[in-house]
């Protein structure tokens, strides 16, 4: 079963920053469209930053112009960079995809990280 396979996250203090990756854990699968979530501890689940079918991307408010969706097509990889970390962005992050295309083929399930934690401190 194919999975989505996050990088690990970590410790940042206040004002600094942390680059996320997906990808799929066997090659030549790449990602459709991306969406990026995470939970803080006593709360749900929030999508903090997503992927629109025509190339654009959306983000919550409590991110926009801090994080940042984007491509390496050739790694076949997906980041979730994030800049100027406030300690309420600690949480666990997931990545999750509709659906994962390998030789012009879509396979499509729900399909998420296995989650990594950020830490904002000092």
């Known amino acids: 079963q194919v999975q989505l396979v996050e990088s690990r996250g970590g410790l940042v203090q206040p004002g600094g920053s942390l680059r996320l990756s997906c990808a799929a854990s066997?090659?030549?699968?790449?990602?459709?469209?991306m969406a990026w979530y995470r939970q803080a501890p006593g709360k749900e689940r929030e999508l903090v930053a997503s992927?629109?079918?025509?190339?654009?991307?959306n983000y919550a408010d409590s991110v926009k112009g801090r994080f940042t969706i984007s491509r390496d097509n050739a790694k076949n990889t997906v980041y979730l960079q994030m800049n100027s970390l406030k300690s309420e962005d600690t949480a666990v992050y997931y990545c999750?995809?509709?659906?994962?295309?390998?030789?012009?083929?879509?396979?499509?399930?729900?399909?998420w990280g296995q989650g990594a934690q950020v830490t904002v401190s000092s």
């Open positions: 992927e629109t079918g025509g190339g654009g991307t």
């Open positions: 999750s995809a509709d659906c994962l295309r390998r030789g012009g083929i879509l396979y499509c399930d729900d399909y």
């Open positions: 066997e090659s030549g699968f790449s990602i459709n469209i």
